[in-house]
């Protein structure tokens, strides 16, 4: 199984600034067949379920804010909140789906 | 709109059994895989299984394998998980998800269900 290992465990950012996550997978989730990386990113905010940010590492989801991105390739990958608005607050996951899917253990984010 | 709405959740005792549903709406159910996904109390999200949608192809986590059995009813917009043999760290939020790309067990998931919770507990 692959391991996915995110940084930092939590995070606090102002209002209005940059937040990135990082997601490091032990071996690449690129295909080359395609030249596709099998990464997702989730959002979880409390009580509620997780909601899919980003695909294909960097593809993001309809109706999603242009200020989340994903990039990266390989083995490494980031998640980036341009402008952390106060709705972001949550825990955010990346997956792969490369082979049998595993998540990362997650990043709280916070409002500083 | 997609709705996924699990139920069959409680408390059960070690070793015991339980049946887990999703009703499905919204979407064409039997072209999409369907998984379970779950998470322990304050802990990060676990794959357990996956059905593929029209061949009924599954795959396992080895925490479940084995004790577990995934199925769907696809004239019913339904999925299931059949849980036997129990174990105190079953005990999570079980999450149906619409899988959108799935390449044979491992798929991202565009839709998840509210969740439903199973406590296995003496």
């Known amino acids: 199984d692959i391991v996915m290992t995110q940084s930092p465990d939590s995070l606090a950012v102002s209002l209005g600034e940059r937040a990135t996550i990082n997601c490091k997978s032990r071996q690449s989730v690129l295909y080359s067949s395609n030249n596709k990386n099998y990464l997702a990113w989730y959002q979880q905010k409390p009580g509620q379920p997780p909601k899919l940010l980003i695909y294909w590492a960097s593809t993001r989801e309809s109706g999603v804010p242009d200020r989340f991105s994903g990039s990266g390739s390989g083995t490494d990958f980031t998640l980036t909140i341009s402008s952390l608005q106060a709705e972001d607050v949550a825990v955010y996951y990346c997956q792969q789906y490369y082979s049998t899917p595993s998540f990362g253990q997650g990043t709280r984010l916070e409002i500083k | 709109e997609v709705q996924l709405l699990e139920s069959g959740g409680g408390l059960v005792q070690p070793g015991g059994s339980l049946r887990l549903s999703c009703a499905a709406s919204g979407f064409t159910f039997s072209s999409y895989a369907m998984s379970w996904v779950r998470q322990a109390p304050g802990k990060g999200l676990e794959w357990v299984s996956v059905i593929s949608g029209s061949d009924g192809n599954t795959y396992y986590a080895d925490s479940v394998k084995g004790r577990f059995t995934i199925s769907r009813d696809n004239s019913k917009n339904t999925l299931h998980l059949q849980m036997n043999s129990l174990r105190g760290e079953d005990t999570a939020i079980y999450y149906c998800?619409?899988?959108?790309?799935?390449?044979?067990?491992?798929?991202?998931?565009?839709?998840w269900g509210q969740g439903t919770l199973v406590t296995v507990s003496s």
């Open positions: 998800a619409k899988d959108r790309h799935c390449t044979s067990n491992s798929c991202f998931y565009d839709y």
